[in-house]
């Protein structure tokens, strides 16, 4: 499948601020099974300085700084994507979580893709007790990986409501856990914590996903938004897959892979910091449109 993706962010500032620096992570990093073009990256007024590295884990970083007073600033990122489902390989024999649990502490990688990066506590998943003692029963030592990963996966958006209302970008996984509502943050974090807690890898990701308008209905433009769901490290062979527990599926054709950290503290497309101004609003325009329908 074939995309054209539209992303524009507006700030406005009220007063005016004197100086604003910013990290984006809004160009892609490669995925199996997905190919990025003709990303392109403008902001208005232009950025006194533009640098652009790569983050300590998968995603691309661009440090952007504007010198001069701004009261509005435009971000807008596009590209076109082709993605395919993925290819696992479902014909060899599915690896018990102890068996992975124990490849992951025995790698001796420190790459942004090793193991050993996802299996620990991180400045968002703290490491919740509530959530490994819920996850213990579902993912038992001698249980298959990849089969229980992706039912506790269906498990979450069966048992738990998503709710764009019940919480905020900065409402702790604990929190969303109680009230077993919130949207794909939460429940992407959720599962996270769940497979650290057992000892599997699990990771962050942020991306897009393909919306399909109701029967009948046209499809509306600039409504689509950012989405998040984990991956899940199922061993050397088949090694990181997507699972989206918002949708309770594995990440396929659909899903456009941005960039991915530990949690969403690491990979979040805008942050930074501004000197002057008293108040400020952020309107987001998210476009994913379908180039082969």
């Known amino acids: 499948m074939r995309y054209r993706v539209d992303h524009v962010t507006r700030i406005d500032y009220r007063p005016a601020v004197r100086m604003a620096r910013f990290n984006l992570r809004l160009d892609p990093v490669p995925w199996p099974g997905q190919t990025i073009e003709d990303f392109a990256l403008s902001i208005e007024p232009r950025p006194s300085m533009s640098e652009k590295r790569r983050g300590a884990y998968p995603f691309n970083l661009t440090r952007v700084e504007i010198g001069q007073p701004t009261a509005t600033l435009e971000i807008r990122a596009s590209f076109h994507a082709t993605a395919q489902d993925a290819m696992l390989d479902l014909a060899s024999p599915d690896p018990t979580i102890a068996t992975i649990a124990a490849a992951a502490m025995a790698r001796n990688d420190l790459g942004s893709w090793a193991p050993a990066h996802y299996l620990y506590p991180s400045p968002l998943l703290p490491g919740e007790r509530a959530i490994a003692d819920w996850a213990r029963p579902l993912l038992p030592p001698d249980a298959p990986v990849f089969e229980s990963g992706l039912a506790l996966t269906k498990a979450i958006q069966r048992d ?56 009948g209905k046209p499809r509306l433009v600039g409504v689509d938004a950012m989405h998040a769901w984990a991956a899940l490290w199922c061993g050397v062979q088949r090694g990181w897959v997507g699972l989206d527990p918002t949708n309770g599926c594995v990440a396929g054709s659909g899903h456009l892979v941005t960039a991915v950290g530990r949690d969403y503290a690491d990979v979040s497309p805008i942050d930074g910091i501004f000197v002057g101004g008293g108040s400020q609003r952020i309107e987001t325009s998210v476009d994913v449109v379908p180039l082969d329908d």
């Open 160 to 215: 738990f409501t998503y709710d764009p209302g019940a919480t905020e970008a900065d409402t702790p996984v604990s929190e969303a856990f109680a009230i077993r509502r919130g949207v794909c943050q939460d429940f992407a974090h959720i599962l996270i914590e769940a497979f650290r807690s057992v000892g599997l890898p699990a990771a962050y990701v942020s991306g897009y996903l393909r919306t399909v308008p109701p029967p």
